[in-house]
């Protein structure tokens, strides 16, 4: 990641120190993908096993750097730590608060996209949210908050509205958590804030400086944090 400049300057010990700083056992933290650039699953175990011992319990979608994750079922049945689990394609009811996951991609009229068949990954990637939104309307009660998280944005790179976003807002989630840009001129066009009713963060770990940011609280009796 240093090709991208000096913010990412030991920022897997800045990353730490701030988690070790707020999460507690009971949170629930959301990681929005690349975890590692290891492509193999021996490669990628001491970054798994970094991740499991941290604290909270963690719920993590694919980046398009984690070349290590092939198979949804294959990581979740030999690679994740016991605090660790994985969407793609599908829901997970945590604390009350749904949650459903996918990578995402680059949409056709965004200038950044480039056609590659056979793999065709804007369209996988677009069925893949799709079964995730409905594994979550599924298991979605009335007035059940439901957070989507995504590893590229569901706009383009110009901050217009994609068949991603159109998606998305059929099915009115609270929120809409993304990551993936790592240059500022993308930073200052990114969709953020209140749009077509929902709130949409980008939480590029260089964009919010290496600090773990706050999403949501439950008022509970066990004092339960998103």
Known sequence: MSRFGEKWHDHVQRIEQDWRSKVTPDDVVL??????????YKVVQPDLA?????????????????????????????????????LQGDAINMEGIILCGAQGHVAPHDPYYRPDPPANRYERELNTLQSALQSAAAIRQPDQALIVMMHYPPFTSEGKPTIYSELIE???????????LHKEHEWAVAVQG?????????LASDFVGMML???????????ARY
């Open 50 to 86: 970094w991740l499991g011992n941290l604290p909270g319990r963690k719920v993590m979608v694919r980046g398009n750097h984690d070349r290590w994750w092939r198979d949804i079922a294959e990581v979740r049945r030999m690679m994740l730590p016991d605090s660790v689990y994985a």
């Open 213 to 223: 940011q706050h999403i949501f609280k439950i008022e509970r009796p066990e004092h």
């Open 194 to 202: 209140r749009h077509m009713g929902i709130e949409y963060r980008l």
């Open 170 to 180: 059929q099915h009115a989630p609270a929120l809409c958590l993304y990551g993936h």
């Open 31 to 40: 990681v929005l993908g690349d975890l590692s650039c290891a492509s193999t």
